[in-house]
């Protein structure tokens, strides 16, 4: 019963504090003076995605056994395919549920295109950047080498090239609307600089806290439900360990900034197919059994429908919602692989 209540308080947690972060980053983006979807690729994706980062590091650089480091393997390999799936799924739905709200109603299935030509360009550029990159992860698990590991330096250099693109862009336009006053500084028209880092940094730490506690409850709670260790790693996990992107989707969709939402998932799926692969790279053998081959397939066929979507400047949200059935592929196809 315990591990179900902290379940409950863990997700609770992690949504108050993502609410304190997209507050404090989107005025962090504006004391840095970077583009507004900036805001969503690089200050919220990294600031989410760190501290997973840092536990893939931890688990490849200490792990006790070759087992213990492939850990970090899975979860280079997890989050994106949780963040292509889920993240836009559950981004989807809840657009369904705003425009249903404030009755919204159109001929197209799942209602009118999100954005214009330029948001789907936009948006499409970051799917394209990802594919080739997870394409090469894949191929390099696949294959056995002398010199393998020191590919895992490209894996930085490329996101490098990325990060510096993302916040040399500038602004692309539309409205997101104004900034909310900061949390910690509700009455102070413009919040002080450091304040608005603290607040940052809080909801960070409180995210990376809850987020671990919330995975190590999975772990518990599967067995109670009857799941081998292997199919809460492969299949609840990863949405656990996304469930920060996730949420800060959710909660800037309700404020009406989908753009920032779309580019946070676009920017986290970016550093998970980077940062995490240039680790395990340098620090494990990066050898893919059948359960990450098969979680890698369906993560490049659901970025190929997004990017066809993109490009057709077809995107509604019915369709994004759809991206979620990709992880129900998944689930399908994995009972026979670890049977």
């Not at 609770?12 to 609410?19: D, H, K, N, Q, R």
């Not at 789907?120 to 696949?142: E, N, T």
Request: hydrophobic share 55%.
């Amino acid at each position: 019963m315990i591990p179900f209540v902290l379940l409950v308080v863990c997700a609770v947690a992690i949504y108050l504090s993502c609410e304190w972060f997209v507050n404090a980053v989107e005025w962090l983006g504006r004391r840095l003076d970077v583009g507004k979807m900036a805001v969503g690729t690089i200050l919220a994706a990294f600031g989410t995605a760190l501290p997973e980062s840092v536990v893939t590091l931890v688990a490849v650089t200490t792990g006790e056994s070759a087992e213990a480091r492939n850990i970090g393997v899975g979860a280079a390999l997890g989050g994106p395919l949780a963040l292509a799936t889920v993240a836009y799924g559950v981004t989807g739905a809840m657009l369904l549920l705003e425009r249903r709200r404030h009755r919204e109603r159109s001929a197209a299935p799942g209602g009118r295109a999100l954005g214009d030509e330029q948001d789907m360009r936009r948006l499409a550029k970051d799917q394209s950047w990802f594919l080739p990159v997870f394409a090469v992860k894949i191929a390099l698990g696949l294959v056995a080498f002398a010199v393998k590991p020191v590919l895992g330096l490209l894996f930085f250099a490329v996101y490098a090239v990325y990060f510096w693109r993302e916040i040399r862009s500038g602004d692309d336009g539309g409205d997101d609307g104004e900034l909310e006053p900061l949390k910690l500084q509700p009455s102070a028209a413009t919040p002080a600089t450091w304040a608005v880092v603290l607040q940052t940094l809080a909801a960070v730490a409180v995210i990376f806290g809850a987020s671990q506690l919330f995975v190590r409850q999975l772990d518990a709670i599967g067995p109670m439900l009857g799941l081998s260790s292997a199919v809460t790693a492969l299949l609840l996990s990863p949405v656990a360990t996304e469930l920060p992107e996730i949420m800060n989707a959710v909660i800037w969709v309700r404020q009406g900034k989908t753009r920032l939402a779309l580019a946070n998932i676009s920017g986290a799926m970016m550093i998970q197919a980077t940062v995490p692969s240039g680790l395990g790279l340098l620090f494990t053998d990066w050898e893919f059994d059948g359960a990450l081959l098969w979680a890698g397939l369906v993560t490049m066929a659901a970025v190929v429908y997004l990017l066809l979507t993109m490009r057709a400047h077809r995107l509604t949200p019915g369709r994004l919602a759809f991206a979620a059935f990709f992880y129900l592929v998944f689930a399908v196809g994995l009972v026979p692989i670890l049977g």
